[in-house]
């Protein structure tokens, strides 16, 4: 009997774009893979206004209608992940399976809005190239910045060349994103939770806790990255994919 893999969707972070999955696009050769811009990040349209986790889950399910795609494995990484939650309330007949990668569930804390906050009057000030000095300490980890100055460059590159509305948008759209935790006893498809030892954004304790949660859920912790494992580390990263795609049974 021939063999059917599931394709999968790819959803990229803050300040990233679908440029951060390119090690997983060019290793997982053998399913369809789709790792679009968000609207605001790189190529994808930056409208003034209309940024929200529900607008981005109506922008990829509607380009996974465009290429004829009903059902599909989602897999998002942090903020890709609080879209991947938006996508199971709004159109959960459209997931086959769940790869949630350096993400986390609740919403922002009163401090976190206020970060948040001030990041917008940076980047409203001072551009892209002011949130990437800021936030690059921050998503990688202490290992990759010490050893990997390749993936520090990509990731800069990422980060700088987003445009304000989009950065914008993008920020009051994770600021206003509403708690998920009730979510996770729901999820009834194959999952997997993976992240960075080293992630200070979604550390690994709640990655675990998250995963725990979910029912069959598979976890793991991918050592010495932070909080973009899939770049940081791709060979470990794309092991526990390949697995849980290969393994997992998809409806
Ligand atoms: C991301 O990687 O998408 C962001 O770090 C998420 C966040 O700031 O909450």
Redesign the pocket.
Known sequence: MAETYPAILFVH??P?DHEQWLPQLAALSRWRCIAPDLRGFHSGRAPAAGYSMGSYADDLVGALDDAGIDRVVWCG????GYILFEVLRRHPGRILGVILC?TKAEADSAEGKAGRDELIRVAQRDGAAAIADRLLPK?LGVTTRGRRPDVVATVRAMASRLRVPGLVGALRA?RERPDSGPLLDQIGVPALVLGGSEDE?SPAAGMRAMAQRIDGAKYVEVPEAG?VAPLERPEVVNEALEDFLLHASFG
Do not use: A, E, R, T
């Open positions: 972070g803050f990233f990484l942090s903020m890709g350096d998503v994770m954004i909080h």
